[in-house]
């Protein structure tokens, strides 16, 4: 099984940033780890992906974050950040991270971010 933490969530006025970090353990198994990303869940809405890496360092971002929102880390290190900048009010949302491994996944239990004046 394979734990994943995030941190870093807040409050942040619009227009500010924030940065989340999320890193995996669990043995041997994090050196299987194919892909990390990052999603996130509004209240009454779908949770979304938002941003994530490959194992070859490729890099993936859903169109409302192109230009905002960067991934850093890699799947080696079982470490994925996700540097916020821009944030708009539609941004809140419990944001996850994600580890997927080629027999299964893993999920975060969610750092809220909140983004109001």
């Known amino acids: 099984q394979v734990q994943v933490t995030e941190s870093g969530g807040g409050l942040v006025q619009p227009g500010g940033s924030l940065r989340l970090s999320c890193s995996a353990s669990g043995s041997r198994r994090i050196l299987s780890i194919t892909a990390m990303a990052w999603y996130r869940q509004a209240p009454g809405k779908e949770r979304e992906f938002v941003g994530g890496i490959v194992s070859n360092g490729a890099t993936k971002y859903a169109d409302s974050v192109k230009g905002r929102f960067a991934v850093s880390g890699n799947t080696a290190m079982a470490a994925l950040d996700l540097q916020m900048n821009s944030l708009k009010p539609e941004d809140t949302a419990v944001y996850y991270c994600?580890?997927?491994?080629?027999?299964?996944?893993?999920w975060g239990q969610g750092t809220q971010v909140t983004v109001s004046p």
């Open positions: 994600n580890v997927k491994i080629p027999w299964g996944e893993s």
